[in-house]
């Protein structure tokens, strides 16, 4: 059973345009949300993370929405490109225990 | 040269047989995780050790055994293979109190 769940499972967008994938949680003690950028052949690598403190935030065209009282979290990609295409994890985990609870991924491609 | 590595990075082997994945970190980490990865499944922990003396089941750790070996070495075994265990495989290491963990390039195994 999953503790985090990710939608969608695949996703297809031109170039320029927001993909938005989406992710739910149950358990309240999680403190530390991060996404993970997985390129073919290559292992996950940290994206942008934040934490239940702040509703949203921004890393160059990465943007995390948070929303704490509806257990939500997603991440846009702003003006997505080419290289942007991917598959996409987002985790959960309370620091405290130090385990990542990983979503099912979202596979992302970006068009010309 | 990587700070998470594994070997092998491929592996064709038999039902029955046993198998060792090996990781191995230049970080300096004491935290570090095997996860296998299957589609539409995201990343599952098979086990985790957060110092050389602690070695804990994670969720689908049947069928698994691991070592480690020296703070910079981690291995997983599978005793007796078999074709349902036919998957990618990471290494993963982190340093306590920080959410980020730092992936290996993975092992893509099968098991006929």
């Known amino acids: 059973q999953q503790q985090v769940k990710q939608s969608p499972q695949s996703l297809i967008v031109q170039k320029g345009g927001i993909p938005i994938i989406n992710c739910a949680y149950e358990?309240?003690?999680?403190?530390?949300f991060p996404w993970y950028q997985q390129f073919p052949g290559k292992g996950p690598a940290l994206l942008i993370a934040i934490r239940p403190d702040v509703s949203e935030k921004k890393e160059g065209r990465f943007t995390i929405s948070f929303n704490k009282s509806a257990k939500q979290f997603s991440l846009h990609i702003m003006d997505s490109q080419p290289g942007d295409s991917a598959t996409y994890f987002c985790a959960a985990t309370d620091l405290s225990w130090g385990k990542l609870q990983f979503g099912a991924g979202t596979q992302v491609v970006v068009t010309p | 040269d990587a700070d998470v590595t594994q070997t092998p990075r491929n592996r064709i082997t038999k039902t029955g047989k046993r198998i060792m994945l090996e990781c191995s970190q230049t970080?300096?980490?004491?935290?570090m995780y095997w996860y296998r990865q299957d589609p539409g499944l995201g990343l599952r922990l098979i086990y985790y050790s957060f110092d050389v003396k602690d070695i804990n089941k994670g969720e689908i750790s049947d069928g698994y055994s691991v070592s480690r070996q020296a703070q910079a070495k981690f291995s997983l075994s599978l005793e007796s293979a078999i074709p349902n265990q036919t998957a990618l495989y990471f290494c993963?290491?982190?340093?306590f109190g920080y959410g980020e963990q730092f992936f290996g390039p993975g092992t893509r195994l099968t098991v006929l």
């Open positions: 970080k300096g980490h004491d935290r």
């Open positions: 993963a290491t982190s340093e």
């Open positions: 358990n309240t003690a999680f403190d530390y």
